[in-house]
């Protein structure tokens, strides 16, 4: 393992809403596991940066009333600073939106046209007839093709979980507007998935990482590998090379930002990005959450392989967060905000790093509570690892003056040599929980050791012998602080300095955990872990409660509509006198309706269904009083009730005037 040179990156947060818990699953795990693979000796630079492209920025941007610019930089200081205070700390945090970015997402784009891997195709693409504009998909809700749940329009978020490309989702509505969308022919590029079909299929099983990573890629390459469309209509983002109207969709120009960022960290350390990405002198570590396994598995590695740049050495992809055994939501209120509810509580970013580590498998789902983040800070941290050191420490400050003269037992570096040995192969297979445990093994070994042999009654009858037990207990004080720096950084160098260690428990490395500690003097301990109290948990579950029942009530409110707001709905029986359909679209039909005192002219996308002969002269139920909008250059002045996806009229069951009233 000594030696190695890599390249760790971590997925991009997204530029449009603060940090919460959900994002620390992946930022804590890929610094811890920097953080030891520096200890053991390996050159490791740690790259990340902010998301800044696509369609949520711009609708977050437009409903604050600033830039999308203005909006990434907030959130980008955002994100940095957070994540300083979780004592995530990268090499470079750069921006998509940089000029790096821009030129390297052009430059391999153009690659992969001049090699004849992105092609140009017409597609039909959501159109707003209201809006009067082509739709990114961001700005496009309707039916998944495959399971048939509310999704969005470039992937089922809420279903299977499947990317959709332009055309593909089923009963489209524009979420600006809410006007029922229409399909039109638009020009898109197209890059040649399908073509890498062969190559995932024997990258895949190779592919080093987490098991959920290779497993869950594994399954969408054998099921099927369709031609991905790598443009949208916008004009926030990456410009497609030789075009104004289109911008280089988000998920090609965010991967890119590894590349970019490592360009940028480079030159600001005289170093060349190219031995990472393309000379093969190095390995590629990506730490993602579940939910983008698709897009840097598949995607991220074809768009590599066909541009020619190194692929991706392995993908660690952590499990999603529940909070409180409820599914993580901001909506409905099951959200932990890292600043806001945490850190800004005076509480510690290690132990917060702790608990994320040590509750589960870094790949099974985590279910965060206050009362069991209380449990595991107390019962562990603090009962063992800080009850084991306090004592140690203390004792020997004081009985012995600090450190004593000896020889430590073969025993305990044995001992030592062993969690290692456990650690190492843990790490390599990235499995986080299994490493904390082996370390907290560790730990609960030394508090077992100094409870039986008792040195605090050992010195009355055998000062030497006590002494010894006391060397071998700081023996292991040392080799826990230097194995849970990477872990619990601020209290490992409080642990550090306590031991009279004048510089920094982090340039320490793996091996000086075995190398005997020389008499001397310590500082006089202090308790470093303290138990987090009842009142502080009651405090922290009542805020999370609070929100959930806030959450509850805009959802009742949205939902329920008193009698008031019916009576405000003028719904009325009418007759269909003609029908036509409108030139050049495929289903809107133009009716004159009467609607008692009137005949109103109403647009209805309905003609798939029925042909004009069959609605003439059908009573209809018709929402007059709904705002005029004109469809396809036609003014519609109401709207004919239907239900169901395909359109079933709703018509009275006996026969009624026009102008009748619905009550």
Sequence with gaps: MNGRSLLVTCGLPYTNGPCHLGHLRTYVPADFFVRYMRRKGNNVTFICGSDNHGTPVVVSAEKEGVTPRELCERFHTHFYETFRRMNVVFDHFGMTDNPVNHHRTRSLVQTLIDKGYVYPEIVKQCYCTKCQRFLPDRYVEGTCPHCGAIARGDECDQGCGKHLEPGEIKNPTCTVCGTKSEFRDQEHFFFKLSEFKDFLKDYLPKLKGTQNARNYSLGWVNDSLHDWCITRTLDWGVKFPGRSDLVVYVWVDAPIGYIAFTEEWAKENGKDWQDLWCRENGEVIHFIGGDIVYHHCIFWPALLKGAGYNLPDAVVASGMLKV?????????????????????????????????????????ELNFSWSAFQERINNELVNILGNFTYRTLSIANSKFGGIPEGEVSEEILAKIRETISIVDSAMNEYDFKFTVDSIMGLAAFGNNYIQTNEPWKLIKKDKNEASLVILNCLQLVKALTILIEPLIPDLAQGLWEQMGCEDTVSDSHIPETGIQLKAGGLKNPTILFHKIDDEMVQKLSDTLSERVKIADKKSLKEELVNIDDFHRLDIKIGKILSAEAVPKSTKLLKLMVDIGEEVRQIVSGISQFYSTDDLVGKHVVVLVN??????????????????????????????????????
């Design 626 to 663: 709904l705002a005029p909008a004109k469809i396809f250059g036609i003014e519609s002045r109401g709207m004919i009730l239907a239900a169901g996806d395909e359109a079933s009229l709703l018509i009275p069951l006996r026969d009624v005037e026009n102008g009748t009233k619905i009550r």
């Design 324 to 364: 409180d055994d409820h599914k993580f939501s901001k909506s409905r209120g099951y959200v932990v905000w890292t600043n806001e509810d945490y850190l800004d509580s005076g509480l510690s970013s290690d132990y917060l790093r702790y608990y994320l580590l040590a509750y589960t498998s870094h790949t099974k």
